[in-house]
């Protein structure tokens, strides 16, 4: 008996076919604001995703496990077919890759925090009274140049992010290990060194030097009001997940407006496509402009998901139906299979994601329409794909665009 | 690559929140006498479900396998998040926390049926013609007395439970193995030997000692004009669950009845509560006595499943009724997610537990209100759970309450 996973039975089975759209937009999925009224996918007036929902088939995508609210990173993996609880990515690693660091196999990043300490090194405030971003750059810049070199053979990158937070990555032959993080978590202790885990020589050599340049780095801190120290958070490497092509056999190009989604799409093995503009409208001009160089397309709206964190319902229902007036122009290319759908749900109800499952449709001239009318949470709930794990969708797309053989004589 | 176990993600994201209640009715799942009519749930009046059903999201609960027809002890394992066929509890721990016994991790515990043999020791009775509890208790005493210390250096109990069935306990240091059993489930046979099966010396010296016992036993019951033999059945051990505060940093209590559900309570964990009358509203009464407390509160309503079983439609349906007319003061406590669901169907038209999904209903603040509009079988079929497996529902409390961090950054 052979245990295929997955995976297996997409390399065995994949062939050439017609073209994907996965089309997300970020935390689509919501409440009523009142139990008897109605959430924002099912208030946006949507033409066009209803004519799609009507001729298709609907679902609802559960992106990490029921009742588990999705972290951006995890809910993308998951659409993008990579279990997240299976393919653990890395805190340092996404972070970096949401700063849009061009990450190469053999760095090691971390996510750093700036914090305040007392006289006696102990935490204060772990995250320096939430300097500014002109703060954050200011200060990334000055440990950049003072500790630049302070571990020889190695590169050092430090980079901002936002507010108290920052990127470090430090590049060269032989870093690794498991790497515990610095943060004790609570304010009233000191900050914790790095230690390795993984009880190999690789790890405990890297363990140390984090260690050194950490101890430089406070150094140069002491002085300052706030931000006079700070901890390493999620300290790893690139996973080196299997790649869309191998896998799937998909030349593959990802249309993104934030670095974080562009980030995550390249650890899948998907050329990040540049453009100019960010509305739906611009991405969806990339789309047409590359059209004939790729097989499949992942088109990323951010907007729909910071609305949703803001508790902005009315907002949130206007960037859906901005999206819903581009679904023509995508048609219009005539893909093999359409899918919209969303990371995870972010409900203006509740200013955050949630663990609610996604309304999701496919589009495709092969798929069977099932009883559903519309696109929304509740109308999707009768759809023929019923409750499903968002990792489904790839292969579901493959078939649909004619681009899976048969299993089996 | 980490592999997550659903206990590692729920020990790694859990938070303080809001109260969970799980109200369980015992082979609540029903089906139509006449393939045209209406089930027992959807036969009751009930109001206060259906408003929670309206306002809440619903599916139907899978509780072991699709066609698996449920135990009781199983079914709850599974209700409380532990997949029964991963997670194995032998039926002689079942039936000694069934009686209250306060087992012990090193107690080997069997399920004891008496039964009435022939001059050649074959078996022409497997149940002794159902002599009275009256009878049992005073065949268990006489054994106690008799066999106590038939085997040194270890504890004997001997207890009785009700009919023909009573628990054996041996207490004492390096009992294990994979025991058999002696009963060949035919009469016209003798009983068989206890035999280890796991191959280790532990395991052969048990089922030695085991054999010892069962011989003596055997001469003390020889001149009783019915039981004058009996059977032991699945011997086994507390299998050391993890437990629900180290899971999911619950404060849990159980609320039932019968013995069978507070030994299973407390198998995972859970406190059990004392309190007076064995109606719905007495546990009630109960869960707002102990409501400041705990986190986590286990309702379990029993007569469901008897009239069930009986073959009593009605009764259930009046049972149903009555629960029905608890849940406004349920909700008046402010529970952040509320469950209402069984352990699994038992239909009156079969008169026995049944594999049919489960209705299932989860009320919350934080709940999307899903299409469905009654407490039913087929309206839950609708709803935004789908068909699920039930050891989903417990991390889809903890999101509901509140109680889970988010996934991944």
């Keep these: 008996m052979t245990i295929f996973t997955e995976f297996d039975l997409m390399r065995e089975l994949h062939q050439s076919g017609d073209k994907i759209v996965l089309l997300v937009m970020d935390g689509l999925g919501g409440l009523p604001m009142e139990s008897d009224g109605l959430t924002e996918l099912e208030t946006a007036h949507t033409p066009h995703l209803d004519a799609l929902a009507a001729q298709g088939t609907t679902g609802l995508a559960i992106p990490i496990r029921p009742g588990i609210e999705p972290g951006s990173g995890p809910a993308h993996l998951s659409l993008f077919s990579y279990d997240p609880v299976r393919y653990e990515v890395g805190r340092g690693v996404l972070e970096a890759l949401g700063i849009g660091f061009d990450l190469q196999p053999n760095d090691l990043a971390a996510r750093g925090n700036f914090a305040t300490v007392d006289e006696n090194g102990v935490i204060v405030d772990r995250r320096a009274g939430r300097i500014s971003t002109e703060e954050c750059i200011r200060l990334t810049k000055k440990l950049q140049e003072a500790t630049g070199d302070v571990l020889p053979g190695y590169q050092i990158f430090v980079l901002p992010v936002k507010e108290h937070r920052f990127v470090l990555i430090i590049r060269g032959e032989g870093l690794g290990g498991k790497l515990t993080e610095t943060d004790p978590l609570v304010t009233g202790k000191k900050p914790l060194p790095v230690r390795d885990e993984s009880g190999t020589e690789e790890g405990r050599r890297t363990a140390a030097l984090v260690n050194r340049w950490i101890e430089a780095a406070r150094k140069v801190l002491a002085d300052e009001p706030r931000a006079n120290s700070l901890n390493l958070r999620g300290l790893s490497k690139d996973p080196q997940l299997p790649k869309f092509d191998e896998i799937y056999g998909l030349k593959a190009a990802a249309i993104a407006v934030y670095p974080m989604y562009r980030g995550v799409a390249r650890l899948v093995g998907m050329e990040v496509v540049e453009f100019t503009g960010d509305r739906p409208q611009h991405e969806v001009d990339a789309l047409e402009r590359i059209w004939n160089d790729y097989d499949f397309f992942f088109v990323h709206i951010k907007k729909t998901d910071s609305y949703g964190e803001d508790g902005n319902f ?33 409900p203006a109800k509740l200013r955050k994601h949630s663990w609610h499952p996604v309304p999701t449709l496919l589009w495709s001239p092969r798929a069977i329409p099932d009883a559903v009318q519309r696109f929304g949470e509740r109308a999707c709930a009768g759809g023929h794909f019923g409750v499903f794990h968002a990792t489904n969708l790839l292969p579901q797309a493959m078939a649909h665009a004619g681009r899976l053989k048969r299993f089996g004589a």
Tied chains: 1, 2.
């Design 314 to 346: 009315d907002a949130k229902v206007h960037e859906i139906q901005a999206v819903d007036e581009q679904i023509p122009r995508i048609l219009a290319l005539q893909p093999g299979a359409l899918i919209v759908t969303g990371d995870h749900s972010t």
